[in-house]
């Protein structure tokens, strides 16, 4: 595909870019995509934290990374495009791909797919190595390991919150 090796060069300068700026407000950059759409790219940040993403938080560090794109950016980032910049948090469909997600899910209900089967339970615990399960109100310990899939199961009410 033409132009993938400059697409990672500018992938992996923008992160040099602003992951700086999402670690020292206390977050992790959990993704970076850059891509054409019509005449515009673009730069879509996805940032998480343990206790999660507000909108005051984000929408300040949208406007720091505003400033170092229109400070360091080149002619050839860009070319002669403009950029729209988005900054957002993860949504609640976003695969539960690494232990922090799991860690940052506990409580909720979730989807887990393992070489055994499907398991559908509320995180208890989860740790660097394996997360635990009540699976009708039996603990399940899944080493990530042998997880494929993980997924937040939606719940419009929590079963404390019934009448």
Do not use: C
């Not at 670690?23 to 996805?46: I, K, N, P, T, Y």
């Not at 080149?74 to 495009?81: A, L």
């Not at 109100?137 to 997880?147: H, S, V």
């Amino acid at each position: 595909m033409p132009g993938t090796d400059a697409h990672a060069a500018h992938r992996e300068w923008l992160v040099s870019l602003l992951e700086p700026s999402v670690a020292a407000a206390g977050f992790e950059l959990d993704e970076l995509a850059l891509q054409r759409a019509g005449r515009r790219m673009v730069l879509r940040v996805v940032i998480d934290g343990d206790a999660g993403v507000s909108l005051d938080e984000a929408a300040a560090l949208s406007r720091q990374f505003s400033r170092l794109l229109d400070d360091a950016a080149t002619d050839d980032m860009f070319g002669p495009m403009s950029y729209m910049l988005e900054v957002t948090s993860p949504g609640v469909d976003r695969p539960l791909t690494e232990p922090r997600h799991w860690r940052r899910n506990q409580g909720r209900l979730v989807r887990a797919t393992t070489s055994e089967g499907e398991f559908v339970g509320r995180i208890e615990r989860a740790d660097d190595a394996e997360v635990t399960l009540l699976v009708d109100a039996e603990r399940k310990i899944l080493p990530y390991a042998l997880l494929r899939s993980g997924a937040v199961e939606l719940e419009f009410r929590r079963p404390e919150e019934t009448v």
